[in-house]
């Protein structure tokens, strides 16, 4: 028996199936994954030899559910046919209560928000349990998500948070990015130049974060010298409400995902 089938062969099937076989966290044979499109069956056959890929279905021993969410209703039913007795959902918008009701009491369900990045293993996701999850339960999908990069547990209601946070963060940091490199051009930078700055800039910035350890504040503090060029530059994002922009886009986001999941 495949022991984690995967429904949904597309753009965050392919970052789960290339990050469980890069982690070694399962062998090829032990992955399936389930794609009504021979196209794109035939791909996943090239580009992931071993792993069992099927056009309807086949027995697991656990699924993820990565379908967009108006095939969730189909999508769940591949997962109980497979007879599996965990789930993790990464369909944005569906509730846990809708999952449940779909799949049945046997199956543990879990649901998991990640984000674009998980297609280079660099994503971040938030994972939320139902009702009949354990312990072990919840060990078990941080291990698969993590092949997808950072996993944070919360509980559901935060999901609209986070979808508002990490799910829609990277489309602001690629907005600043543009900002940036337009502002080197305007400044009579090469634009090759300026992305290649403004790229790394963003890169360099965040490894620092991650790697160090040290809080945004004190990092920001130590590029600003009094009276120098950086301190120049943040009292105009200020005066221009560079922080309660922020602060206001990731309300927005999370709003429309509430009304989202109201709606659907
Ligand atoms: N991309 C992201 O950054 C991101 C972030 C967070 C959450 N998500 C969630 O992740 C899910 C997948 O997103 P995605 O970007 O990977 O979408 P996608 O590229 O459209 O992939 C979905 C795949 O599932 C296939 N499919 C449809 N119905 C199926 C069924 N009944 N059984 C098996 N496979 C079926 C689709 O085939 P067809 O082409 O034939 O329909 C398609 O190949 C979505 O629910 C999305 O909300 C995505």
Redesign the pocket.
Known sequence: MTRLVV?????????LLGGLLRSGWAAPGELGV????AS?RSGLVKRYPGVVVSET?LAAESAV?????A??R??C??VSDSGCRRAI??????KIAQLETWLGRDVAVLR?????P??LGAGASALAGGTSVTESDFTWAEEVLSSLGVVARLPEYQLDAVTGLS?SG?AYVFLLAEALVDAGVNEGLDREVSRLLAVQTLLGSARLLAETGDSPETLRAAVTSPGGTTAAGLRVLEAHGFRSSVLEAVAAAADRSREISRTE
């Open positions: 429904v949904g062969g597309g753009r965050m099937g392919h970052a389930v794609e009504p499109l794109v279905g559910l990565a379908v967009k969410p095939d969730a189909a999508g039913r591949t959902s990464i369909m944005a918008g569906v998991a928000m990640p984000n674009t998980a297609v799910g990277p």
